[in-house]
């Protein structure tokens, strides 16, 4: 197998990798089971006699769940990774720059893109 369509496919796997960390964008409609998280905590606003287990057999939605946002507990998706290190402005970055350089028919193997991470995180950190 030839440098150029290993590197190609490396960079294929990269771009699609760092695609999937960028975090959903707030705008996006929110799951079916997160609109039906919400009703039923609009309900149980509404109605103090309301108890969380009939209000999750109504609104088909765990009751437990319903008791941890009631507490404030934020939803998973909406709590960023803890082993993140790079900030969402700077994975947009690096996405940027692989989608330039590919556009321009030069596909980064996915130790380049690794170097380029390395060294931003070297620039932030210094």
């Known amino acids: 197998m030839s440098q150029t369509s290993e590197c190609h496919r490396e960079s294929h796997k990269c771009i699609f990798y760092l695609l999937s960390q960028i ?3 707030r705008n996006m409609p929110p799951k079916n089971d997160e609109a039906q998280v919400l009703l ?3 309900a149980l606003q509404s109605d103090p006699k309301l108890s969380a287990r009939a209000a999750g057999k109504i609104y088909d939605v765990d009751h437990k769940k319903l008791s941890r946002r009631r507490r404030g507990m934020q939803s998973r998706r909406d709590i960023a990774a803890n082993s993140r290190k790079l900030t969402d402005l700077e994975e947009s970055v690096i996405v940027q720059y692989i989608l330039n350089l590919d556009s321009k028919g030069f596909p ?3 130790s380049s893109v690794e170097d380029i991470a390395n060294r931003l995180l070297a620039e932030c950190n210094a």
């Open 23 to 25: 975090p959903l964008q």
């Open 40 to 42: 039923a905590l609009q």
């Open 108 to 110: 980064l193997c996915l």
